[in-house]
């Protein structure tokens, strides 16, 4: 069995979650790879054993079905040292013409299973004086979002949840952090559907610059890991206006363009 420690990234088949699971294995860190693309979790897998000389083992599974997490706890061989909750989603369209499965699934993948993977592996972690949690949040957890009410609602979930949780760790070892970027170039814009609304105009971070930020901020210890300077900004903004002014500031940004 390999003495390197060992990591879980979730969303792992490309975009920030790739490029974190390339930042864990050149760190040193064997793999455990999910997602729900097979073909395309293999490839990487391949990609990162071979180029850094790690173990790579892949599970595919969907978030949204709520036997997912036991699936995954099931095929591990060894305790986790490091878990990246990246996998999530958004929706970028108003709540009322949004259809109940879609919300259903965003709550799932970006809380439910979240918060499952965290209570699986964070405990052995305390246990052990070691390791750590990197969530993969967003500077919208800082924010609300109207036309995409429910995901800033997740990740406003995910920030409360990692900043409790780094207070609670707090002197074990362990490291709970959380990624808080902006728009990123990766698939999730499509999928979102942001390419319908005025924000398909602001300028994108790259992918691995972005994993690299992340992954550095947690290697130190930081709980909110919020990259660049303009993200900086936006984060503090509730702090300088009422909540239905900056409500109502983001429904001007993510109006629809037809």
């Not at 499965?101 to 070691?130: C, F, I, Q, Y």
Request: aromatic share 4%.
């Amino acid at each position: 069995m390999s003495e390197r420690p060992l990591a879980l990234v979730t969303g792992a088949s490309g975009g920030i979650g790739l490029e974190l699971a390339r930042c864990a294995a050149a760190d040193g860190h064997d793999l455990v790879l999910v997602a729900r693309r097979g073909g395309a979790l293999e490839a990487v897998a391949g990609e990162l054993a071979s180029r850094y000389r790690v173990g790579a083992q892949t599970i595919v599974a969907d978030l949204e079905d709520p036997a997912a997490v036991g699936l995954i706890g099931a095929r591990l061989e060894r305790p986790v040292d490091v878990l990246v909750n990246n996998a999530g989603f958004g929706i970028w369209r108003a709540f009322g013409a949004t259809e109940p499965a879609e919300v259903d699934g965003m709550v799932a993948v970006n809380v439910a299973a979240l918060t499952s993977l965290t209570r699986a592996h964070l405990p052995g972690m305390v246990a052990r004086g070691r390791g750590g949690v990197l969530n993969v949040a967003s500077v919208a957890g800082f924010l609300s979002g109207p036309n995409a009410a429910v995901y800033y609602a997740t990740k406003n979930y995910v920030v409360a949840l990692t900043e409790g949780l780094a207070v609670e760790v707090r002197g074990t070892g362990v490291t709970v952090s959380a990624l808080c970027p902006g728009p990123v170039e990766t698939g999730f814009q499509d999928r979102a559907g942001m390419g319908e609304t005025s924000m398909k105009s602001m300028a994108m971070m790259d992918a691995r610059t972005c994993a690299e930020t992340g992954w550095r901020g947690f290697r130190a210890g930081r709980v909110l890991v919020i990259p660049g300077a303009g993200n900086k900004a936006l984060a503090k903004v509730p702090r300088l206006m009422p909540r239905q002014l900056m409500a109502r500031m983001v429904a001007g940004v993510q109006r629809p363009d037809h």
